[in-house]
């Protein structure tokens, strides 16, 4: 037996006015009307019955046995991080039909004057801060659904700790309401900036350290905060880029970072990707947080650990490079091996023979697909009149593949 459609009905800034007229004709025919109480109460002359929506769960249950005709209001459009998702996910999308309103969004970009086309939508409604805050640093806008614990203020120190506060902030209050309001301010205005717990935050890029200078990867070493023992060069950091593969999004580890020139290339390259760069040596960290100021890296974050202490708290990786082991490469590739999913990739840098054995006997034995390729780089150096190449010691670069059990 065919069961009832299940009509979504997203309700605009302003209530009534809001809704088209086909929407209020559903509405007027239905059953059952679902919502939150605040939705329920546009329409006090409803004579079905009423059902507050407080638990998807229990919803869901009622959707998938009932007969009934039901409408479920929300806010919108139901399909921009509405009740749409859940609902496609749970049930058939041919039982589904939507009548989307505008947006708390659209809405808000309407009356601030500036386009939205080229935006990107952030929410931290009821979610965690770590993975929305990657991507508000890689936009150039953005808006953001927050809620009373990732306030604008808490995601103002968020983005002030990753060196990211070069935008014009707009906190967007109470929409629709009688209480509306419209603030414009800097990142750093959040953070004494009271905000209304309806509100839309949006950030719009104005300025950054001159990052427009320096080329995606090929950063001249002499561009690093160094000890010059401690940086995978520039031609040998172009060779390991590529081994490790990166993609758009992924996850990496940088163990044993050092300056950070292998993560900051690589989060040029991850735009909206996670970079974990751990390092221990405090020289180290202080050019590693250096460099990663100057160059505005802002998705790379600072683990202070010595590998493989500090890689339980991380998220599984993608990709790892192991730059430097501190005399632990066996305990750090049984460290990755537990974590790194799988068709993932290890790289490995080694400059000595035995480290070079040491790490292809070691991921073999785990089952990896190993390469490596010596790279051997000589650079014209002037004598006199004349140029001469002057060879650097050969780099091993071992990348290895994790292949399914």
């Known amino acids: 037996m065919s ?16 809704f088209g007229q086909k929407a209020l004709e559903v509405i007027a025919k239905s059953e059952v009307l679902i919502g939150h109480q605040r939705h329920l109460d546009i329409f006090p002359e409803f004579s079905g019955e009423k059902m507050v929506l407080e638990d998807l ?13 039901c409408v479920v209001l929300g806010s919108g459009d139901p399909n921009f991080f509405g009740v749409a998702r859940f609902l496609m996910r749970n049930l058939p999308k041919e039982r589904i039909e939507i009548f989307p309103n505008l947006t708390s969004v659209q809405y808000a970009f309407a009356r ?19 993975r929305a805050i990657d991507r508000i640093i890689a936009a150039e806008k953005v808006a953001i659904l927050t809620d ?58 104005t300025w950054e350290p001159q990052l427009a200078h320096y080329p995606l990867i090929g950063i001249e070493d002499d561009e690093f905060a160094t000890s010059k ?30 300056s950070g020139s292998v993560s900051i290339e690589a989060s040029n390259l991850l735009p909206n990707g996670r970079i974990f760069a751990l390092e221990r040596n405090s020289q180290c960290v202080s050019f590693l947080k250096e460099n990663l100021k100057k160059f505005v890296a802002r998705n790379v974050k600072l683990v202070e650990a010595f590998a493989p202490e500090g ?16 005399g632990m490469l066996e305990e750090i590739i049984d460290g990755v091996d537990r974590r790194l999913k799988v068709d993932g990739r290890i790289v490995v840098n080694a400059v000595t023979l035995d480290t070079l054995t ?28 004349y140029k001469l190449f002057e060879a650097q010691n050969p780099v091993y670069i071992i990348a290895a593949t994790k292949e399914s059990e």
């Open 3 to 18: 069961q009832q459609k299940i009509y979504l009905v997203g309700a605009g800034i302003t209530g009534w006015e809001g």
């Open 57 to 69: 769960s229990i919803m869901l249950e009622y959707l998938r046995t009932t007969q009934k005709r």
């Open 112 to 130: 601030i004057k500036e386009p939205w086309d080229d935006a990107v939508f952030v929410s931290v409604h009821g979610r965690g801060l770590g």
């Open 148 to 205: 009373k614990v990732n306030t604008p203020a808490a995601i103002a120190r968020e983005l002030i700790a990753r060196g990211a506060e070069g935008y014009d902030a707009w906190l967007c209050e109470e929409m629709g309401m009688s209480g509306e309001k419209f603030t414009r301010t800097d990142v750093k205005g959040l953070l004494e900036l009271p905000a209304s717990e309806l509100n839309i935050l949006i950030l719009i890029k």
């Open 229 to 258: 023992k401690l940086i995978t060069k520039q031609e040998v950091r172009a060779v390991t880029l590529a081994k490790l593969q990166l993609q758009d999004d992924l996850t990496m580890w940088d163990i044993g970072a050092g």
């Open 311 to 326: 890689l339980e708290d991380l998220p599984d990786p993608d990709r790892v490079f192991i730059g430097g082991s501190g």
């Open 358 to 385: 040491k790490a292809v006997e070691l991921l073999e034995g785990h089952g990896y697909r190993v390469e490596v390729t010596c790279v051997n780089i000589a650079k014209t150096k002037p004598l006199s009149e």
